[in-house]
């Protein structure tokens, strides 16, 4: 008795936390002076307003935590929640730099004049500071001439970002639903009775979020546009229904998986669990959303073989997989008349040789290439081998912009960035949602894109330490797959950024907002962190009890 009270379960000090968070809060109104210090400097008014919106949604994040430790007496690991919190501040601040800049967002003519106007403010900023009397006497007839502000120019953009927009703005509530989620996530997972409800009905959850989820891609198919509906893409919606269902049927079925005969396991096991695992499958291939549809099968099979552990099951597990992905070629070749999506081959070809482009004749680029010269009313039959070969490499260069143009801030950033503000992110298009580790290096360089993967490499890895500590299969799988789903949704994003993997649209966890992406993450952090705190309470029992070790490993 006496040697099992001296093991105590080990955690940081939730004043640590609360200081830390506190340093993060600092650190962000910082951020946001100097964003509206450097757009004085570059001739715009970043909207203070939206910054004190911004510095208010910080509020809830204290909130949170006292109720966690007063209300909920949380006894697990914060650590995770104050990595997340803290890349949910950079994505906050970099969501205000990029939108307060008018050049952002503005189409056409408009961007070109927000860009000289911009342009004119810095020049006229350079010759203020930099130039002698003699030389603005030389330039303006004398130096009192010199003008204090740029000459407006017309087609400006509307970048009006009063109270009026932030009332009625989505950037406003959902930071604030993300939290409600959180909550109602932590709630519903730290209560043994919902965790077996949810398990026991697992099969029937799958096949209720498989069904759901077709509807949605038929209506992005009829209605939606670029693999969306109203702005969002489905697969966020149901991404943990998923995974509870296949974490619940597995934790059911796993003992059964493994005594098999000649490496098989029975049918009356294994044909639930398969329709579980494919059931992803369907909706994915009808949105051709190939990258999540990757993330899927890598967090399955991961969970798969934590769960069977068992080689010959692990070499079916990838049969099955390739078998499932040779067919659903074959019936995207009846539905589009090749084999691999044309928009997939695009990005392979991205990735492999970005800088040289196609033929105008290949398959999955002649009708990029013909809309872009439809669109710059060029006649093709007029024109001879080397107009077409310019205007390919034109076409090419303007359907790379968001990706070259990341990789050059990234350059530019070099190891201490540009600076908030003084940076050129918002030439990168949609840099607030993909590419938005892009905008963060260039301005705040290396070792700003260093504390973003440790602020990952956090969360991985206590997700990873609440896996092992989980006392039943069903809670093990699903820390595991929910960590897993932010490990690999980072890898692939950064992965895409920096040109190591081809890109394919996967948002950065808690850093990029985009609506239903960011109620997933904290949706997943409450689920996270729920587990951590039955972790902790089964624990402390247990030393109290000196009944059995703190940690029993599941067989």
């Avoid at 017309?154 to 939290?179: E, H, Q, R, W």
């Avoid at 991961?302 to 078998?323: E, P, S, T």
């Avoid at 809309?371 to 359907?399: G, H, M, P, T």
């Avoid at 587990?531 to 067989?555: D, L, Y």
């Amino acid at each position: 008795m006496e040697e099992a009270k001296k093991i105590k379960f080990k955690r940081t000090r939730p004043t640590l936390h609360l200081l830390l968070i506190g340093v993060i809060f600092g650190l962000c109104i910082t951020g946001y002076l100097a964003i509206i210090w450097s757009g004085d400097l570059r001739g715009y008014d970043a909207s203070k307003v939206v910054a004190f919106r911004d510095v208010l949604l910080l509020i809830p994040v204290f909130m949170v935590f006292f109720w966690l430790v007063r209300k909920q007496k949380f006894r697990g690991e914060m650590l995770i929640y104050t990595a997340a919190i803290f890349l949910f501040g950079i994505g906050t601040l970099l969501q205000f730099r990029l939108f307060a800049d008018p050049e952002y967002g503005a189409r056409g003519i408009t961007k070109s004049v927000e860009r000289r106007e911009k342009a004119q403010a810095v020049r006229l900023l350079n010759i203020k500071t930099a130039y002698d009397d003699e030389k603005k006497a030389f330039m303006f007839g004398s130096s009192e001439a010199v003008p204090k502000e740029p000459a407006d120019l017309d087609d400006k953009a509307d970048k009006s970002f009063g109270l009026a927009y932030v009332l009625k703005s989505t950037d406003t509530y959902i930071p604030i639903l993300a939290f409600v989620t959180f909550i109602v996530a932590f709630l519903i997972f730290k209560d043994d009775r919902w965790l077996l409800w949810i398990q026991s009905h697992s099969f029937i959850l799958g096949l209720a979020t498989g069904i759901i989820m077709v509807i949605l891609s038929i209506m992005v198919l009829i209605w939606g546009a670029n693999g969306k509906l109203f702005g969002q893409t489905p697969w966020e919606s149901v991404k943990i229904l998923f995974l509870l269902s296949y974490a619940g049927i597995l934790a059911d079925t796993y003992r059964h998986l493994r005594r098999t005969k000649w490496g098989l396991p029975t049918a009356r096991h294994f044909i639930p669990f398969v329709i579980i695992a494919a059931m992803p499958v369907i909706p994915f291939f009808l949105l051709h959303d190939f990258g999540q549809l990757l993330v899927f099968f890598g967090v399955f099979l991961m969970l798969y073989v934590i769960a069977v552990r068992n080689q010959a099951k692990l070499l079916y597990a990838i049969a099955l997989v390739a078998v499932i992905f040779v067919l659903s070629i074959g019936v995207s070749k009846l539905t589009t008349g090749f084999g691999i999506p044309g928009y997939v081959q695009f990005r392979f070809h991205v990735w492999l040789d970005m800088w040289n482009p196609p033929a105008p004749d290949t398959s999955w680029w002649k009708r990029d290439f013909e809309n872009y010269v439809k669109l710059k009313k060029i006649n093709l039959e007029s024109s001879d081998a080397d107009e077409i070969a310019r205007l390919n490499r034109e076409a090419w260069r303007d359907k790379t912009l968001q990706l070259s143009q990341g990789l050059f801030g990234i350059n530019e950033g070099g190891i201490e960035g540009e600076g908030l503000g003084l940076g050129y992110p918002e030439t990168v298009p949609v840099s607030d949602s993909d590419f938005i580790y892009a905008a963060i290096s260039e301005e705040t360089g290396f070792i700003g894109g260093l504390t973003i993967l440790l602020a990952l490499a956090v969360i991985v890895f206590g997700g990873t330490a609440i896996a092992l500590g989980a006392s039943d299969m069903f809670t093990k799988l699903l820390a595991t797959g929910l960590t897993a789903f932010v490990a690999f949704q980072a890898i692939v994003n950064l992965g895409g950024v920096l040109r190591l993997l081809p890109m394919t649209g996967i948002t950065l966890p808690f850093v990029s907002h985009g609506g239903w992406s960011l109620l997933t993450s904290f949706a997943m952090l409450g689920i996270l962190l729920a587990i951590s705190h039955r972790n902790a309470i089964r624990n402390q029992t247990m030393i109290e009890k000196a009944e059995e070790p703190i940690f029993q490993p599941v067989r």
